[in-house]
């Protein structure tokens, strides 16, 4: 599976994005998507699951911020970004994973497959 993302850009607080996720190959929909980001000098974070099956799980901080959505005709995962703050900028990774069980979706060791990542910057 090859990972494409796109949709970064600079915003000011309290703005939207919308970032995409585009991937290849014929078994999309059996795969858990998600999105993690990395600010400097932190560890990559877990933001956003979409499993296989559609169920959603999100990191507490973007809990009614953002949202998490595949379309598996056209093999895309958006997450879309409402209400951003300045500590949410980051790069931001899409990843896919097979074979995941639930306890592991959120490390990012379980993902065998990830995008070049799109910088989102929220200024204050």
């Known amino acids: 599976v090859q990972l494409q993302a796109f949709g970064g850009g600079l915003v000011q607080a309290g703005g939207s994005l919308r970032l995409s996720c585009a991937a290849s190959?014929?078994?999309?929909?059996?795969?858990?998507m998600a999105w993690f980001r990395q600010a400097p000098g932190k560890e990559r974070e877990y933001v956003a699951v979409?499993?296989?099956?559609?169920?959603?799980y999100y990191t507490e901080s973007v809990k009614g911020r953002f949202t998490i959505s595949r379309d598996n005709a056209k093999n895309t995962v958006d997450l879309r970004m409402n209400t951003l703050r300045p500590e949410d900028t980051a790069v931001y990774y899409c990843?896919?994973?097979?074979?995941?069980?639930?306890?592991?979706?959120?490390?990012?060791?379980?993902?065998?497959?990830w995008g070049q990542g799109t910088q989102v910057t929220v200024s204050s």
């Open positions: 190959g014929p078994t999309f929909r059996s795969y858990n």
């Open positions: 979409i499993r296989y099956n559609g169920y959603t």
């Open positions: 990843a896919a994973d097979r074979n995941g069980i639930l306890s592991t979706i959120t490390l990012a060791a379980t993902y065998d497959y």
